[in-house]
Antibody, heavy 122, light 109 residues
Framework: EVQLVESGGVVVQPGGSLRLSCAAS????????MHWVRQAPGKGLEWVSL????????YYADSVKGRFTISRDNSKNSLYLQMNSLRTEDTALYYC???????????????WGQGTLVTVSS | SSELTQDPAVSVALGQTVRITCQGD??????ASWYQQKPGQAPVLVIY???NRPSGIPDRFSGSSSGNTASLTITGAQAEDEADYYC????????????FGGGTKLTVL
């Protein structure tokens, strides 16, 4: 059974930094592109970033580019999101998600974690 | 970057058929995937590719596409189908960015 467990969400002041983690199990982690998707309270889903199966390629939404960094450690089956220069509009539930097709820049996200809440507030 | 547009809300009578649409230029090149999200829960993939359902998704869910519009059809809607539905696709910019629609709140009457 695929499991994705996010952690690291806390309350942080504007301008602060935070590192989210996602622990993966139940599948061959280094075969799959992984995504971060966020959802502000009461709002829709917003794509944040993706990283290729080998970590060699990363992409970001314009709203976070230059402030967030996605990474992975395939030896630890873990995905990360380093968040710097946080803004109030970054307040959201952050989900990690696995793609359906292995070794492909897929956008069909077939497994999601339960999310970790990041609140940016003074 | 591309955008995907969905109607904010749709309603359907119990047992009837409902179509939820998603419009965007990227859909001329890439299929939409569809997600169901119930309150307090993570999204669940219900349709991917041309018209594929992951294991465990009822066959009353189906997908289709024409031009710049993708559709999710629920044939014989059930009370448990009441949820928010989101489409997503790959951005048409040339990079593998992803874009989500704004979501459709489905009410089953």
């Amino acid at each position: 059974e695929v499991q994705l467990v996010e952690s690291g969400g806390v309350v942080v002041q504007p301008g602060g930094s935070l590192r989210l983690s996602c622990a993966a199990s139940g599948f061959t982690f280094d075969d799959y592109t992984m995504h971060w998707v966020r959802q502000a309270p009461g709002k829709g889903l917003e794509w944040v970033s993706l990283i290729s199966w080998d970590g060699g390629s990363t992409y970001y939404a314009d709203s976070v580019k230059g402030r967030f960094t996605i990474s992975r450690d395939n030896s630890k089956n873990s995905l990360y999101l380093q968040m710097n220069s946080l803004r109030t509009e970054d307040t959201a539930l952050y989900y990690c998600a696995k793609v359906y097709v292995l070794r492909y820049f897929d956008w069909s996200l077939d497994d999601w974690g339960q999310g970790t809440l990041v609140t940016v507030s003074s | 970057s591309s955008e995907l547009t969905q109607d904010p809300a749709v309603s359907v009578a119990l047992g009837q058929t409902v179509r939820i649409t998603c419009q965007g230029d990227s859909l001329r090149s890439y299929y939409a995937s569809w997600y169901q999200q119930k309150p307090g829960q993570a999204p669940v993939l219900v349709i991917y590719g041309k018209n594929n359902r992951p294991s465990g998704i009822p066959d009353r869910f189906s997908g289709s596409s024409s031009g710049n519009t993708a559709s999710l059809t629920i044939t014989g809607a059930q009370a448990e189908d009441e949820a928010d539905y989101y489409c997503n696709s790959r951005d048409s910019s040339g990079n593998p960015h992803v874009v989500f629609g704004g979501g459709t709140k489905l009410t089953v009457l």
